[in-house]
């Protein structure tokens, strides 16, 4: 491995309209290196970004399609769905005039669990609909009609109102279907069982991930990059090259191709993804590594930006200090 990317998925500074939460500030020294000493772009979707550089011919494909061909036990698959949404458990909180995505509303549902998920919905909405495991984080979802209609990623509404970000009147099936979701989830005994158990209720699935991706771009064959991590587009991508779990940490990371892409949930996801977990088990071993030159650089992905930071970039040493959440201000 030469080259590392680490993609930190759901860490988006929200606008002040639209009044999410700032990430609680902690002292990550080796992230402010990183991000101060790196050459900066602005990308956009993340997602979009890295189907463009290492999708192949397959780079335009849907999200929902390229997340639909997964390698986890309870979720194999050897085809690409046309028809997959993203479906993301997610828990929502009624305010007097609009509904808000809690901090931490992402939700992560374990195997046991996802199966009778599963099942119950197939139950309720089959043949129509059927509804199989995408891993921790997501499930995927098929039998919707095709639809032009845009929808949003739910990891940059944490915190936020989520009126202006839902499907429109161009979208009937779509918009009654996650209706008739919403009142399935409501007096479903599964979601009782969560609340029992100290978990939060699954309020909604959002269904996202359909529309077609961005044509053209450099079209990099994904057979030269490892892919790992929790995201089921990550999770689809990994199915497509034969790469599946991730690593805990930089130090035990063993890629067999020259890029290693990692992705990350450090709002949302376990104890070993939080901020100051990565700071100790990436972020530092990273910067080391770049130092005593065994990487040719190193890339963070973050709110719509990509730092790119080479071994000569600690000869750079008029730049002033200044923290991660600055740097990604």
Excluded at 29 to 43: G, N
Excluded at 49 to 76: F, H, K, M, N
Excluded at 179 to 199: F, P, V, Y
Aim: hydrophobic fraction near 40%; charged fraction near 25%; proline fraction near 6%.
């Amino acid at each position: 491995m030469r080259r590392l990317t680490l993609i930190l998925s759901d860490l988006y500074l929200p606008a002040e309209s639209a009044g999410g939460s700032v990430p609680r500030t902690y002292d990550l020294p080796a992230l402010d290196w990183l991000l101060r000493m790196a050459d900066v772009q602005r990308i956009g979707d993340w997602r979009d970004w890295l189907r463009s550089l290492a999708g192949g011919p397959d780079a335009d494909l849907r999200l929902g399609t390229i997340a639909s061909r997964v390698t986890r036990a309870d979720a194999t698959s050897d085809e690409w769905r046309a028809d997959a949404w993203i479906a993301t458990p997610v828990h929502l909180e009624a305010r007097l005039d609009h509904a808000r995505l809690v901090d931490g509303g992402l939700l992560r549902i374990d195997d046991v669990e996802r199966l009778r998920w599963c099942e119950e919905f197939g139950r309720v909405f089959g043949p129509s609909y059927t509804l199989r495991p995408g891993g921790d984080r997501a499930f995927l979802l098929s039998g919707i009609a095709p639809v032009a209609v845009h929808t949003v990623d739910p990891a940059r509404l944490l915190g936020a109102e989520i009126g202006p970000a839902l499907p429109g009147a161009e979208a009937p099936e779509l918009r009654r279907l996650w209706t008739e979701i919403e009142m399935w989830l409501h007096g479903s005994e599964l979601n009782n069982a969560r609340q029992r158990s100290g978990k939060r209720r699954i309020t909604a699935l959002w269904l996202w991930g359909n529309e077609p991706g961005p044509r053209g771009g450099n079209r990099g064959d994904p057979a030269d990059y490892d892919f790992q991590g929790g995201d089921p587009f990550i999770g689809g991508l990994a199915g497509h090259t034969g790469t599946d779990a991730t690593a805990d940490s930089f130090s035990v990371l063993r890629v067999l191709r020259n890029h290693a892409v990692v992705e990350f949930a450090p709002l949302t996801g376990g104890q070993q993804e939080t901020l100051p977990a990565l700071e100790t088990r990436w972020f530092a071993p990273a910067r080391a590594a770049l130092e005593e030159g065994r990487l040719e650089y190193v890339q963070v992905v973050a709110n719509d930006r990509l730092f790119t930071v080479r071994p000569r970039a600690r000869l750079k040493f008029w730049r002033r200090r200044r923290g991660w959440l600055e740097s990604l201000a």
